[in-house]
């Protein structure tokens, strides 16, 4: 790979990615763009702007934007249409993130010329994977640079040195490690590595930081409805919202209650397993309450091939193949699914608990009629289940009596 | 179909199954045999003894039996080493007894010479189909009598008048109908009909009966630990036992602190959709607690294999397959995984909650060396990522060029 | 059900489907429409419109209608971009014509006011449950009369007696019985029962109807260019074509080189197994063709999804699930992978057999400068290889140190 | 990676190799164990011997071994069970081998106290990851040498110069560059590169090795028994071989016939597209052999679950994942499924297609009496046939009452 020109870096304004900026300017000796995105982070972006600016990025080179909308409309909804989970548990909270970030970083890089992006992830991890399958699946003559598999800056020892060289602002409290490592976006809030690292030993109550804990959150459950239109949310008690504020309303609520906290020991797509705290408040109600009023607008046959589906779809998210064929096919198959699962569900939310209590729909193929222990005035007629079994055995009673044959 | 002769009647005692019982001696003219279970439904038997006893049925010809080990080891451990769930939901209590019901059916009509098995199950539901698939299945020569289906006592009140005609004596509390309809087991709890077909309004508290509402749960959580030996639960807090009496003691804690409730639409086999109360206490924790421990002892190829297959197997079990070629290729693969599940999990309980917090094994796949964010002392080559990412991107970088090129 | 009024029949002309006409008006006393279709059978229609008047039927409740083009471009191709096979060798032709049927029956309903269809398709079969599948789910409310289940006219000899005492003409050649049961339609012939109930037994010669016996077909190979757009074929030689012509002329050069004998022992969704012969000529040439084409402009990814799915695709199609939403489902994540199956392949034909030899277009993926043994010019860095492995290793590694560990 | 001490190589014999071996001794200075396997490869053994010992091996450490019966009974059989090809075509001969292989060299490699495996793989291939993946699972502390990921003897020319400075003999036919590369086992011949590289242009004849032109083949078919015992082959026409046996058998009377020939464009686990031409005569036989006699042995619950599962199965195997879990839970459920696939087959060879006529079987699930268009004697009730059709389109019928109402 010959050395990039132009770089567009995914910059978020902290320690890490300063000196990753400046690391680029002084190894490669290249222009520098900053892109920081507004995920529902919740950190202010001006920041990162006066210190980008600092570090002698120039305007035209400092890109900030607020992408929740589109973050919340066009990946996290399209997931969550999928009842999405990671090795039975995890909403993939981190994975759904990081394409729409390369998708900005490649488009700001069409946009400026410049040759390459550069993100901050880990070697070890899955981010990585992420951030360069999407980045290269979209555009496939970019150059990625991932300072972290190519610096010696391994020590944190190391890294205030080269910051203190090249003159980049160390808050206090950064001088010293933090305990464990942390990704949040509107979905979620993720936790790993240092205290979190022994598996058996319970993740200390500081570690959480977007839920209350569940024996601290109100002693009364709450009822909310969740509306639903061809399968995103669309209302929180029966008030419209846009999606970006539905799931920010989600959060609220999740989080006020103690929903959504999982501590999870996970395989990584790089080959070991890690060991996580998540918190998805909103998302944890979101997906109780997809499946909700899929339970009762969606037909059987559609419901189990999603499920059957899922653990492909999710598999793709989290080893970030959001940008491939076979994940487009899917996504096809599961959005085909939710034609008409639109209506809306109540959800009992309790001192860490979210759980569906009702569903309605003028979609539903609920019916009474056929399913009533009352009489069904003819809607069903009992007899045709002794033809069904009969059919339905058949093949089990050739089974048998060849077995009984050939024994 | 020519009359039965002779036939094995699953009996509960209670005035369902001796209306059925007087009905296939007046309707057939048949010798009736009783098969009463005790699967840990929380009842005495001795009743259906003497009830059976005085409907004029012999004493060689009345069987009691407590199949609660058998159930649980047999049927209930296998199932669970599949974590499977149908819909999403749904840990398949009632689906799971069913053909252990069968089995002893069919095996006492063989020992007494019996050429038919009844059930009490009705034509609209999914037992009659797992009653009968198995009854086939294991002899494809027993004919098998469903009386729901058959005769015309389609009213609470024909059946009374029917009770009556045969001196069949009715406890006063079941002259009225009951508000909704049970089975339990030691697995779990269902109730459904009536008051609860409307599944928009939420269930009426006295619906449950062997969980407390999370809200009178404890005010402070529990900790407890499984240990696990090649996927089954062997022991809690350290203390070996046998798995009945693990599942009646998770049940008992599950129980208390209000958990494994469950409020589900569901999509029947025969074709209707139906809502369903499920209370599942102890299977509930056995199902995190197993999550927890193939967490870090089962590989993620094998996995996520798991994951995929099991909609299909919870799908073949909630059909009534279980006695089938591909229930048992599925088995065959999911004991495969399980070989090294052995080890302990920490579980908190608290108001309706139950998360795994912590989990250790001999056979653990977690290495500490290898994810550390620490030095990692070469367990791990962060360049090997490069050239992992650079092969998994090159189909994606193929297509992305093609596509450039042809559109 | 209450007793038709009117019904719309599947009719052919033939001594069948006429019988089934006069017992719908004797034993219904209803009145009757006709709908013969032209699927490609290679029969004529017009005999079947002068038998239906002399039968009775008023020329306007007559009707007869080409179908050949929507069958193949609705049906025959949606399904072959599927590269669907049931159980492995079966190209579904008589599944597949099914769901046509019924639509034009139910539609035919709709438009002259019936308020049930017929179908000629035995109890035994997995036709019956194809027509009335596809009748409910376009109209729920249809009734479907299937006489060969009610009726009792179970021998040839009542059927004839029937016929004669209703004066319907019975051409001489009919009077003896068929020695197997035949199925046409521009796809496939089926033939099956009878002389070829023994799957032990070779097919005698005299079954096979459109193709001719391998050894009598032309000594010299026969080498042809089918053309595809989005997965459809479009063209042969050079010659652009609509659907059924493509499929005629496939037919013929598949029929001319023996081409797409089947001889199948299948499982019937009724629950036995049925022993049949196929010959899909133009099919067998489709499906060769179809795969030549994706091998080089289909990924990797997309392939290996498709491939999982296609037995549950097949498996729906060949149970009557045409009309299903899982079936829909498979067919958008089937469709979205198609976009850039565009191109030529060579087939060469011989001596039954059909073998794709060459395969090129414009939509390719094979990238000879990536796969080159010769100098590739810096495409492809071997040494990504190392890390490639490296980290699909791993997970490997740490169970084979765990099972050292532990053993 | 500390340089290897000792490494076991898997030596052909040929010049390659034989480089390799050098290179291995001037580069690491390691002592070299070589290790020669009979896989059916059709070449003579002892010529490796010498030439190892001419290159400076000691006697004891050359390793010559005839593994083509642990081949054939522990991994192309197993293989054969799930009817596995690949990309819906490869009958996987390459794949298979490598694990053997690898096996031996790793035991080998212990025996004999060698800290290091090496193959002659490129970098560019799917045989690396094949070897690498295998060795490491089998061994986690193993260093693998794969020097053509390593050395810079990137042109032929390059390589000659080696040769020739360290003394390795180069017979005069190998001074050109070969037009193709081949590889061969007792399962098939595979050949790639060069001649082969535009995949729209035909295959010339010369590159076939092992099977006539079906134009050659004789005029005549042959028709031929294959029998089986719980899914492997055990005998051809009535007589018992060993495994290596049959398919030596099954090979040389497939390529008197011309079967088994593949022209493929297949996706390389690394990432891009290649084309190889294939024979694999016996296999071909195997195949179609196998599937007749599953075809009246095997249930369709049982083979569609297994259909569903092939895809992943051959991926897997494809993929070097032969040592996975997953792989071996595939392999329980496969296996659990051959149990009663015991009776024989017939087969007709003619002009490059082998098919399946006829098949018997004690273990038959097919029954006569079922399926026949006779009088079955009440083995099937045809009015069984309208319950089952009723129950399994209630749902069709509810979804197409709810799309009235919401339209």
């Known amino acids: 790979m010959s050395a990039p020109k132009k770089v567009v870096l995914a910059y978020s304004g902290g320690l890490d990615t300063s000196i990753i900026l ?12 900053t892109f920081t995105a507004d995920l529902g982070q919740g950190e202010e972006l001006e920041p990162a702007r006066a210190k980008a600016e600092l570090l002698g990025i120039a305007p035209e ?32 909270g981190t994975s759904i993130a990081r394409p729409l970030i390369s998708k900005r970083l490649v488009e700001i890089a069409e946009a400026v010329g410049a040759d390459a992006v550069a993100h901050g992830a880990t ?16 555009n496939p003559d970019i ?8 610096w010696d800056l391994s020590s944190r020892t190391k890294l205030l040195e080269f910051a203190e060289a090249n003159q980049i602002p160390v808050a206090k409290d950064k001088r010293g490690e933090a ?15 240092k205290v ?3 598996p058996a030993v319970m993740a200390p109550d500081y570690v959480y930081q977007r839920t209350v804990h569940p024996e601290d959150a109100p002693n009364e459950p709450e009822f909310i409805e969740v509306g639903f239109e061809q399968g995103d949310a669309v209302s929180i008690n029966g008030e419209a ?19 959504g906290r999982l501590d999870l020991v996970e395989g990584r797509f790089v080959g070991m397993k890690s060991r996580g705290i998540y918190e998805t408040p909103g998302g944890t109600l979101l997906l109780e309450a997809h499946r909700g009023i899929e339970s009762i607008t969606m037909d059987r046959g559609a419901m189990h091939l999603k499920d059957e589906l899922m653990p492909k779809y999710a598999e793709l998210i989290y080893n970030g193949f959001w940008y491939s064929p076979e994940r487009e096919m899917l996504q096809a198959a599961i959005d085909a699914s939710q034609t008409h699962v639109t209506g809306a569900v109540r959800l009992k939310l309790y001192k860490g ?12 193929l609920y019916s009474e009629e056929h399913v009533t222990f009352e009489d069904d005035a003819g809607a069903y007629d009992q007899k045709d289940a002794a033809g069904f079994i009969q059919l339905q055995a058949l093949r089990l009673k050739l089974i048998a009596m060849r077995n009984k044959r050939v024994k």
Chains 1, 2, 3, 4 share one sequence.
């Open 123 to 138: 070697g070890k991890g899955n981010d990585q994977v992420r951030f360069e399958l999407a980045a290269y699946a979209l």
């Open 196 to 198: 979190l690292e022994d």
């Open 241 to 259: 919202m846009s999606p970006a504020t539905i799931l920010t309303k989600l959060n609220e609520l999740g989080g006020k209650h103690g929903c």
């Open 143 to 150: 150059k990625v640079i991932a300072p972290w598999r190519e």
């Open 22 to 33: 400046k690391w680029l300017q002084t190894e490669y000796g290249c222009e520098v763009v």
């Open 353 to 364: 608990s979210a759980t569906c209590v009702g569903r309605w729909s003028d979609h539903s």
């Open 61 to 92: 080179n400092i890109f900030i934007e607020d992408v929740r909308e589109e973050f919340v409309r066009d990946f996290v909804f399209p997931m969550f249409r999928a009842n999405a989970v990671y090795e039975g548990l995890y909403l993939l």
């Open 179 to 193: 305990p464990f490592s942390v990704d949040a976006n509107l979905l979620h809030t993720s936790s790993e590595g």
